[in-house]
């Protein structure tokens, strides 16, 4: 008859437990997808950079063709695309920026490409920083015995998160 007050104790403290636990990762997802959302925004406003040196006067038809085609799928593409997508607007910039004498020319737009690449990389940053606190979390044994992160996705990086930007 004692016991049972101990017992009452005990799973409370564990319900307490489990419940600030799922709280904790839930809190976690959400840092994913925030971090995910500001990190498709800078992406988003790279490729429009990328579309307005593309229509710059000093630039070539081919170039053109290339850079606008490549600042197009990185806007439209699908997310099981993205990576593919994001390496090849990065390849053609820094084409663009390596073979011509353009960036000297229109140096507000490439300081602003700039600032977006720097953003870009703290954001990435931050990004994989909350994937690999999330995932650590939900692999710990507490997390995949109770199933406390539900039906969320487990969240991941893209390949060209790991490239130079």
Known sequence: ????PFFVAVI?????????????????????????AN????LQRR???AQEIA??????PASNLILMSAAHQAR??????????????????RLLCDESDIPHLHQELFRELDEITDRLRMAIAIHQEAVIATTNRRSKLIYRIFRL???APL??????????L
């Open 1 to 4: 008859m004692k016991l049972v």
């Open 12 to 36: 409370l403290v564990l319900i307490w437990y489990l419940t600030f636990s799922a709280n904790r990762l839930d809190r976690l997802h959400h840092r994913v997808e925030t971090s995910w």
């Open 39 to 42: 990190l498709d925004a800078i």
């Open 47 to 49: 490729a429009a950079i």
């Open 55 to 60: 229509h710059l006067p000093e630039i070539d």
């Open 76 to 93: 439209e593409a699908e997310i099981f695309e993205r990576s593919e997508a994001e390496s090849g607007l990065s390849g053609a910039l």
């Open 149 to 151: 992160a539900g039906h």
């Open 155 to 164: 969240p991941v990086t893209y390949p060209f998160e790991d490239e130079a």
